[in-house]
């Protein structure tokens, strides 16, 4: 197993691919002004992809509450330009 970085574009909703088997998201932060997100990943060679798909929400937007009730993983990340990001990420 390793873990890889993957930048997250700053969208309403979006996908991100893994190369190997998706294991575990580790975290999700700011790092040098780009949403990013570490995950455990098991076999990166093995020629098998999967997808996580992604939500991100603004402070006081409005929120669909099968975002909330569906997700995998969230986190909040404050980021240093002043915006706050609600994270929410799926498996599939």
């Given at each position: ?9 700053v ?11 998706f ?7 700011e ?11 098991s076999d990166?060679?093995c ?10 929400i ?21 980021m ?10 799926f498996?599939?």
């Amino acid at each position: 197993m390793k873990i890889y970085k993957y930048k997250i574009p700053v969208t309403d909703s979006g996908e991100i691919t893994i190369h190997g088997t998706f294991v575990k998201i580790l975290k999700v932060a700011e790092q040098n002004g780009d949403l990013c997100m570490w995950a455990l990943i098991s076999d990166p060679e093995c020629g098998h992809e999967d997808t996580l798909t992604y939500t991100i929400i603004g402070t006081g937007n409005e929120v669909d509450a099968r975002v909330i009730a569906n997700s995998l993983y969230n986190k909040t990340v404050v980021m240093s330009d002043g915006f706050v990001w609600h994270v929410f990420i799926f498996n599939g």
